[in-house]
């Protein structure tokens, strides 16, 4: 028989080999191909939000600790061209701060190119698990021009709120003592790697994801909280922690274990807030092999997430944001202003880097591998940052 044939869920043309259902514009990462890790991945993104109830650790009125966790994932082709979710940071603020935030001028919204509940990609899964973590005082959403990246190369990335850490408290001056968190929030990323790896049949993402391939990366207290998740959970293979505060801290009661799997540091040389020399130099040393270090030299803290996009450090006065012991402006401000490389120039770099060692590690990409280098940099942003690899 002559013509095209529709076999199932496969277009056949001339009754010949099967075309793929929902085919990509080019090959995701595997082991012969290595896609550029700095620009968008092959698939569509979708995206969704999903509060969790952990009721083994509730709190102390006695309901479960929440965790409300923003899951962006690979989506179908036909997914390109529908409205695209965007993140109004006004909303976590009080009524009272909105209307100042308003008055002085308002703050521009995040948007993304991920779908709300878009279709997932099955037909091309399971995708491995990356669990983002923000930092204190930050939100969930902190980071999309890396975590929607991530999905768009083959991921199901899930990022929750650490509750009691995130800037709903911050901005009503009731954040939780980091020493709280150094407990929680590692135990939140464990509940969620086990819900994944348990997904009932029912939810819309069920067959997505292959959560025997765990990733973990954060920024700040983020960071903090993937390197002792990598330290207590084998079931973690890879970690990128970005901007990290000491090991003094995160592994003040486990020593300095040998993580054993592949670690990607992401710092910037000129961070205030947690400063190279206390904080991420030491953090690099305790690291053993394969080890990777990207040095942004002139950046600062917030370099490394979405919070510059916002300038909440121009309108911190009329909001009357207070952090204890700390000037909000100039915490606000770290890396959001030159000399610190722009977000255009310094999130390509951070994204190829963190990426391709997804890629390499949990998509067994070994062209992947092969890209992080400091001529690979200096490609993208020359004399931006140095390269340490120590594979």
Known sequence: MRGACLLGLLVVVGCGTPAPVDPLPFAPAGPTAAPNPAALGPFQVGVRTVTYEDRRR????????????????????????????????K????????AMLVAAGGVPLLETPAVRDAPPAKTHGPFPLIVFSHGQGAIRW????????????????????????????????QLQDVGIGIATRPADVQYLITAYQRLPESDPLYGLVDAEKVGVTGHSFGALTSLRVAAIDKRVKVIVPQAPP?????????GRPNLGIPVMIQGARKDRTLKW??????????????RWLLDITEGGHFTFSDICAFDLAAVSDNIRLDIPGANVR??????????????????????????????????????????????????????????????
């Open 277 to 290: 020399d206390e904080h991420v130099a030491p953090t690099w040393a305790a690291m053993q092999k394969p």
């Open 91 to 98: 909303e976590r603020f009080t009524d009272e701060q909105r």
């Open 246 to 254: 000491s090991t003094d801290l995160f592994f003040v009661d486990l």
């Open 58 to 89: 509730p709190k102390p009125d006695g309901t479960p600790r929440l965790l409300v966790t923003e899951i962006w994932y690979p989506a179908t082709q036909d997914t390109k061209g529908q409205p695209t979710v965007s993140y109004d940071i």
């Open 142 to 173: 902190q980071s999309t021009f890396y975590t929607v990246l991530l999905a768009s190369h083959g991921y199901v990335v899930v990022s929750p709120d650490h509750e009691g850490g995130t800037l709903d408290y911050a901005v009503r001056n």
């Open 330 to 391: 100039s915490v606000l401000s770290d890396g959001c202003a030159p000399p610190a490389p722009s977000a255009a120039v310094a999130q390509p770099l951070m994204n190829h880097f963190a990426v391709a060692l997804f890629n390499a590690t949990l998509r067994g990409s070994p062209g992947s591998l092969e890209l992080l280098t400091q001529a690979n940099a200096d490609t993208l942003a020359p004399g931006v940052s140095v390269v340490t690899p120590d594979p």
